[in-house]
């Protein structure tokens, strides 16, 4: 699973005058300490700080510029590029190679501090950002051809997911039916058997309250990583919502960060269902990129009960 929500980085030209101010505003800072010197003295001391700042600081600036160096936004479900009016929204699918360099850089009185190169290769295309931290990516640059499989992956109608029979393909939406299969299945008696729910009377098979077995059984699904031809986990995040299992808020909130983006919107969604703070499940504004809009308002209106 993804280990960041989001990363930010800057086109590396917009960084030049930074270096340049700092490395000034280090040498003035010297100056005005050494005031106690007589002005050419003083002086002296300013220029000579301010090019051992401008010199320390130069894996932070200088002639790095490249066609390719733009903002970004790097996030579990792909990236959003500055395309000048709106951001190009990149899938997993999409990016062939990310390739991280991180770096101290010396400076004066702070000590090293760190900086990351990002560079993004598509098919066709070649994007290049920094930032002033160590960037979180080595997992992503790891397991990158692994996101991009499993964003792909068909949404099962089941807790199984062991047939594509009559799974929803994410190239479509599919909130919608979704939401409604999961619905239907629990108002069966095999719902009830599966997951030793109580008897609800002679309209409904069974109620919709959590069970120890339907807490385990549902867990077990939610943590699951083995592959199937359709993807499960947004099935159970439903049901779990829906029978009120709030046992498994910590396997949502962990599903939040799949890959994949529409069983990251449902699990946020079911999560907060459950009461759990939008400070840990991060809100559904952050995956909406990668959502058709109708199943953006559809897990909007189901989120809030």
């Avoid at 990363?7 to 050494?34: D, K, N, Q, S, Y």
């Avoid at 899938?91 to 990310?98: C, D, S």
């Avoid at 930032?131 to 992503?140: M, N, V």
């Avoid at 939008?278 to 308002?297: H, I, N, Q, Y």
């Amino acid at each position: 699973m993804p280990d960041f929500r989001y990363v930010g980085l800057e086109p590396i030209p917009a960084r030049r005058c930074g270096v340049a101010a700092t490395a000034f505003g280090l040498g003035a800072g010297v100056t005005l300490a050494m005031h106690g010197l007589d002005a050419r003295h003083a002086l002296a001391f300013g220029a000579i700080a301010s090019a051992i700042s401008a010199f320390a600081l130069r894996g932070k600036g200088g002639k790095r510029s490249t066609p390719g160096a733009t903002s970004m936004a790097i996030v579990p479900w792909g990236m959003l590029v500055d395309a000048g009016d709106a951001p190009r929204i990149l899938r997993w699918a999409a990016v062939r190679k990310i390739d991280v360099a991180t770096w101290r850089a010396p400076t004066l009185f702070v000590g090293a501090t760190p900086s990351s190169r990002v560079i993004v290769e598509t098919d066709h295309d070649r994007f290049e950002g920094e930032a002033d931290f160590d960037a979180p990516l080595e997992r992503l640059v790891a397991y990158l051809p692994f996101y991009a499989t499993e964003q792909a992956m068909p949404l099962a109608r089941d807790l199984e997911g062991d047939t594509l029979g009559d799974a929803l393909e994410p190239s479509e939406p599919s909130c919608e039916a979704l939401l409604a299969s999961a619905s239907d299945w629990l108002a069966t008696s095999n719902a009830a058997a599966r997951l030793e729910l109580p008897p609800a009377g002679y309209r409904m098979a069974s109620a919709r309250s959590a069970t120890p077995v339907a807490v385990e059984a549902l867990r077990g699904v939610l943590r699951d990583r083995t592959p199937r031809p359709a993807d499960p986990r947004a099935f159970a995040a439903i049901v779990a919502a829906e029978i009120h299992a709030s046992e498994l808020a910590p396997e949502l909130v962990a599903l939040t960060q799949c890959p994949h983006p529409i069983v990251a919107a449902v699990a946020k969604q079911a999560a907060r269902r459950l009461g759990v703070s939008c400070t840990k499940t991060g809100s559904l504004d952050e995956v909406a990129p990668f959502l058709f809009e109708r199943d953006r308002m559809r897990l909007e209106a189901w989120g809030r009960g």
